[in-house]
């Protein structure tokens, strides 16, 4: 179960930071961007920083998840598998 839960909030952050980057494309001079960033130009630098960091969570997300599948079967002490 905690599997269960920890791929769903990794796919959730993955998501969510591919969708706030893609937000700072599509408002590039929306109300945050004015307020922090001091040019709306570093809006699309953030947007694919974001985008950047979304898919290489979601990358390393699948790996851990595929690399803990293949552990589940088990091996004897021989080498073969059970």
Do not use: C, H
């Amino acid at each position: 179960m905690p599997n269960k839960i920890s791929a769903i909030v990794s796919a959730l952050m993955a998501l969510s930071y591919s969708f706030m980057g893609i937000l700072l494309f599509i408002y590039p001079d929306s109300a945050f961007t004015e307020r922090f960033l001091p040019d709306y130009k570093w809006a699309y630098y953030l947007g694919t920083l974001l985008i950047i960091y979304g898919i290489y969570r979601a990358w390393r997300m699948y790996q851990k998840f595929k690399d803990e599948d293949e552990d589940d079967d088990y091996e004897y002490y021989d080498g073969t598998k059970g």
